[in-house]
């Protein structure tokens, strides 16, 4: 595995993404500091708070968001498409995941392998090929066992079901 703070493997879609979403947080702060400026002379409102204050609190976070997103497209690379039946950046994963003691039944879940949740996607849940469950699964094909621990520690096995790719 590649160094994950100096690089994370992407896919293109979220590359485009991170790539849009900094584009629209940096035209938002534009429009947000022009609305600043035009706050200076308004008055504290019922409450006693000034507007101003509430407008430089929701600047400074978009601005981080859109630092955040910034290092991330800084530190993204697009990964090759996945090919075959192996688990890749881009595949779409069922597991049957259980823990190695056998105290719970086996759970099957889907998973989306990509460098990072910040993605976009909603419609399934994201896992890094760096987190605990996505390393174990790299590269595995379907029939596959593989073992990982939680992060609370956790000796968990993960089948790999179906890869979609």
Same mark, same amino acid.
């Given at each position: ?45 019922? =409450?006693?708070?000034? $507007? %101003?204050? !509430? *407008? ?6 978009? +601005? ?63 896992? =890094?090929?760096?987190? $605990? %469950?996505? !390393? *174990? ?6 029939? +596959? ?21």
């Amino acid at each position: 595995m590649s160094d994950q703070s100096s690089s994370i493997r992407v896919t293109a879609q979220t590359y485009q993404y991170l790539q849009d979403s900094c584009a629209r947080l940096s035209s938002k702060i534009d429009e947000d500091r022009r609305e600043l400026a035009s706050l200076i002379c308004e008055e504290k409102d019922s =409450t006693g708070n000034h $507007p %101003l204050m !509430e *407008a430089t609190r929701q600047l400074d976070l978009l +601005k981080d968001q859109l630092s955040t997103k910034e290092i991330l497209l800084a530190i993204a690379h697009v990964a090759p498409a996945p090919v075959g039946d192996k688990v890749a950046v881009g595949s779409t994963v069922r597991i049957r995941m259980s823990r190695c003691d056998g105290s719970e039944q086996p759970e099957e879940r889907e998973f989306f392998i990509d460098g990072t949740s910040d993605n976009g996607r909603n419609d399934v849940q994201v896992i =890094t090929p760096y987190a $605990p %469950l996505g !390393e *174990a699964i790299m590269g595995a094909k379907p029939g +596959k066992k593989c073992s990982f621990k939680t992060p609370g520690g956790n000796e968990m096995i993960a089948e790999v079901i179906s890869v979609l790719n």
